[in-house]
């Protein structure tokens, strides 16, 4: 048995219905077994800056970033992409640049706006 195919996953079939708990559980033991060791330190502060933007189209990207010794990993992304499209209320057409600390799965620092569409 592969893993859960989130995609074609039917909740109605009971059989996708009876095996659900078991194949998701199996893969959050692979995922962490797999990615675990990029997993940012717990009560350890990394400095840091994302650069990204907000299109006039409506789309969020992040271009850049970095956080010294943290490497990238799912659960990086996951946080910047969720701390960045938090937001909404940016203006259309810019890009920004954050800088400041990443601890706990939050993000602390200022953001500036570097280029905005005219």
Known sequence: M???????YDPCNYMDAAFAP???????IAHKNTWGHLAPER???YCGYI?????M???MTIIDSDFGDLPDSPW???AMNEFVFDDRSLPEGA???????????RFDGTRT???RRK
Do not use: P, Q, S
Not at 22 to 28: A, F, G, P, S
Not at 51 to 55: E, G, I, M, S
Not at 95 to 103: A, I, Y
């Open 57 to 59: 189209y409506g789309d």
């Open 95 to 105: 890009v920004f640049r954050w800088e400041g600390t990443f601890r706990n799965y």
């Open 2 to 8: 592969g893993v859960l195919n989130l995609v074609a």
């Open 43 to 45: 009560n350890k502060t």
């Open 76 to 78: 990086l992304f996951d």
């Open 22 to 28: 078991v194949v998701l559980e199996n893969y959050r």
């Open 113 to 115: 706006v570097i280029y």
């Open 51 to 55: 650069v990204f933007t907000l299109t």
